[in-house]
């Protein structure tokens, strides 16, 4: 399976950008967790949020509640994050990644499967 992650680009703060995930190729099986990370320049990956493909339960970092809003559409194979009032500080590159749960804010080590990452530039 692949994950090809999308959407990204610059924007002025307060603006919005949604970002997708798309799977492809053999079936994400027993990975129920899609999970979007970011990684600013010099700082470690870090979750953002994440959604169970099947029961859509969702979890968000606590830097992104109340603007960040994670959604899935499984005839797609996509899961979309959408990011409202943006700030400069989440100039990052955006990850996709699948693991087996969405359980809390993503943790990089239980995902194991990862899309390319997506550039989002927010100017101040």
């Known amino acids: 399976v692949q994950l090809q992650a999308s959407g990204g680009g610059l924007v002025q703060s307060g603006g919005s950008l949604r970002l997708s995930c798309a799977a492809s190729?053999?079936?994400?099986?027993?990975?129920?967790?899609i999970g979007w990370f970011r990684q600013a320049p010099g700082k470690e990956r870090e979750g953002v949020s994440c959604?169970?493909?099947?029961?859509?339960?969702?979890a968000y970092a606590d830097s992104v509640k109340g603007r960040f809003t994670i959604s899935r559409d499984n005839p797609k194979n996509t899961v979309y994050l959408q990011m409202n009032n943006l700030k400069p500080e989440d100039t990052a590159v955006y990850y996709c990644?699948?693991?087996?749960?969405?359980?809390?804010?993503?943790?990089?080590?239980?995902?194991?499967?990862w899309g390319q990452g997506t550039l989002v530039t927010v100017s101040s």
């Open positions: 190729g053999p079936s994400l099986d027993y990975k129920f967790g």
């Open positions: 990644a699948a693991g087996i749960y969405c359980i809390g804010v993503p943790d990089i080590n239980e995902y194991d499967i």
């Open positions: 959604i169970h493909r099947t029961d859509g339960s969702t």
